[in-house]
């Protein structure tokens, strides 16, 4: 679950957040404060993976 959540959004979404946070800030905080992202999809991941029946029961 968490594979199509991070190529499909996680991409385009750090991508553009890395180059609009590097012309204002540090990199090293450009990259800490994209990357937090990851975290958060995670858990999204598993709450949305607790929600989903199995059609065949």
């Known amino acids: 679950?968490?594979?199509p959540l991070?190529?499909?959004v996680l991409q385009p979404?750090?991508?553009?957040m890395i180059t609009y946070l590097?012309?204002?800030h540090q990199?090293?905080?450009a990259f800490q404060?994209?990357?937090v992202i990851i975290p958060i999809l995670?858990?999204?991941?598993f709450i949305i993976a607790i929600f989903i029946k199995d059609s065949n029961n």
């Open 1 to 3: 679950m968490f594979l």
């Open 6 to 8: 991070s190529g499909g």
């Open 13 to 16: 979404i750090t991508g553009t």
């Open 22 to 24: 590097k012309e204002t």
């Open 27 to 29: 990199a090293l905080y």
């Open 33 to 35: 404060t994209t990357l």
């Open 42 to 45: 995670m858990l999204l991941s």
